[in-house]
């Protein structure tokens, strides 16, 4: 069975510091794709990124840093000098056979200034 | 280019009442999907279809929920009746295909209230 579990349901931060999301899966495939997406107070969800089975390489995009480990099955992400605009529900996302995509439960990040 | 259109974006019932939703998907999507997000959850497949065939439907209520993509473009979900579990967001998605990895488009949903 595929899963994703998000064990961080909110978080609240001061505007400019670092916060790290945190993401772990279940799968027993070993293809498969990992998605990070936003959702801010207006609800449509905003694809950040894809990253897939055989890709391990980290990705900065940014502010934005991706830190995926199979070892641990884990997929974090990393806002580096977060903002009041970072402030939304994130969901990490696992995709396999015919891209149905299981979603972890989302956290909810509040940045203050 | 257009994004996924929904409408509406809000709808209150009463249970035991009928509601439909309607998505446009992205011009070309052939793949488009249905979600529900109930409050503090992450969106949940309802059913998947690949132009006018439906690909998965197994988390689909059957007894009460039904969807069509007539034509393989734009897409209704109805819910009859409606009970109180089913207040959640309704979203739409698209992709240009079913294949595994490609990135889905998500409309801005259908807040659906049941009372």
């Known amino acids: 069975a595929q899963k994703v579990t998000q064990a961080q349901t909110e978080i609240s931060v001061v505007e400019k510091e670092d916060v790290t999301l945190d993401c772990v899966y279940e799968t027993r495939d070993t293809t498969y794709y990992l998605f990070w997406y936003k959702q801010p107070p207006s609800g449509e969800l905003v694809f950040l990124i894809r990253?897939?089975?055989?890709?391990?390489q980290n990705e900065i995009s940014g502010r934005y840093s991706w830190n995926f480990q199979k070892s641990t099955s884990s997929f974090n992400f990393t806002i580096t000098a977060s903002q009041v605009v970072d402030s939304a529900v994130y969901f990490c996302a696992l995709s396999v056979y015919n891209n149905d995509m299981r979603f972890g439960a989302g956290t909810r990040l509040t940045v203050k200034p | 280019e257009a994004g996924v259109a929904q409408s509406p974006r809000y709808k209150i019932i009463e249970k035991r009442q009928s509601v439909a939703f309607w998505c446009n998907p992205i011009s070309g999507h052939a793949t488009l999907y249905w979600y529900q997000q109930i409050l503090g959850q992450g969106p949940k497949l309802l059913i998947q279809f690949q132009n006018n065939g439906v690909v998965d439907d197994s988390q689909l209520p059957k007894d009460r929920f039904s969807a069509e993509r007539l034509k393989g473009v734009d897409s209704t979900l109805k819910i009859q009746p409606a009970k109180l579990e089913d207040s959640a967001v309704y979203l739409c998605?698209?992709?240009?295909?079913?294949?595994?990895?490609?990135?889905?488009?998500f409309g801005p949903g259908t807040r659906l209230t049941v009372t």
């Open positions: 990253r897939n089975s055989f890709d391990e």
């Open positions: 998605a698209s992709t240009l295909s079913t294949g595994r990895g490609n990135e889905q488009y």
